[in-house]
């Protein structure tokens, strides 16, 4: 299979350059951030929005200005996005201006990223940003429970709990907000509640205005089957953060890699259905992380001591799994690429998506 990054015919990607994480062809991407290819068309406007994640790389780069959403929002628009997903701050009435007006004129959407309330004492600045997120033209904001995992967080039950307790009350401090302000707040499976445990969280939240950013990758490290996940929060869902998985075996667990969308093991139609037939209008986000593989050491006792109860045959389901839908050539690394070819690995992987989403006709 080739895939034809979109606008350049005459650059191509194989499925096992795409795997390996090729990343020359586009050098040029990194040497000129934000701008097309020479002699370029701006790529037809597909379905699929960006989640600033997928390029956390050039995020990084001072020279992006990806903290500016306008810049973000450019960009996309450049690669034929539907939208974007990226956090917007806080900001004054002009500012507010530029952002409505830049998505109004280029026809897409706009989703927020915003941090919940800790304490009382947060929220204010948290009205303050989904006020903006609001005006801005967003009608969802995006947030977490844990900003990081939960195997490699926690080292007790006890402070898992401690943690756990916390869910609760900070939900409720966002609760009046959001519905006060007319926001859907989708809080996101990050690899933090395995599902039934997360939906038992929103439902309790008992609010219209919270629900869940669907991430179709994140729960396998919670050794939780991809495809039930997407089932088992459909009716909850606001939006996504749309993927493909790749899978590896490794001593103490198994690798698991964010891939260009088609090339991993994840059933898409499938997943693109299962949220269809529960929320129509949901969006489709691309988070595309081009990065080395995740270690999810499931095979060391570290990672068994927030998981009390779990049955041990979710440990032997996910192991099948990983060796049945084992990649077949090494799952892609960025960490013995130059920054240059970091840059365009990662330009790269997100154009790849995008046209193979349009090509198939996925959305």
Known sequence: MTTTIAGSP????????????????????????????????????????????????????????????????EYCRNIGAAGVQTGLGVKDDAGIEKIHQTIAAAKMYLEGIIRLPRSAADTEQFTKEVETAKACGANVVRSVLLDSRRYETFDSAEAFRKFADDCGPRLALAKPIVEKVGVQLAIENHKDWRADDLVKIIRQANSPQIGICVDTGNSIALLEEPHEVVEAFAPLAFTTHFKDMAVAEYADGFLLSEVPLGTGFLDLPRVVKLLREKRPDIRFNLEMITRDPLQIPCLTSRYWKTFEALPARHLAETLALVRHKAAASQLPRISDKSPAERLAAEDANVRACLTYAQAQRLL
Do not use: C, N, W, Y
Request: positive net charge; proline residues 5%; aromatic residues 4%.
């Open 10 to 73: 005459q650059i191509h990607l194989s499925r096992r350059q795409i795997l390996a994480g090729s990343v020359g062809i586009l050098s040029a991407l990194a040497a000129a951030p934000g701008t097309l290819l020479a002699g370029e068309a701006t790529p037809a406007r597909g379905a699929m929005g960006v989640v600033i994640h997928s390029f956390g790389i050039r995020s990084k780069e001072a020279s992006s200005h990806f903290g500016d959403p306008l810049a973000f929002i």
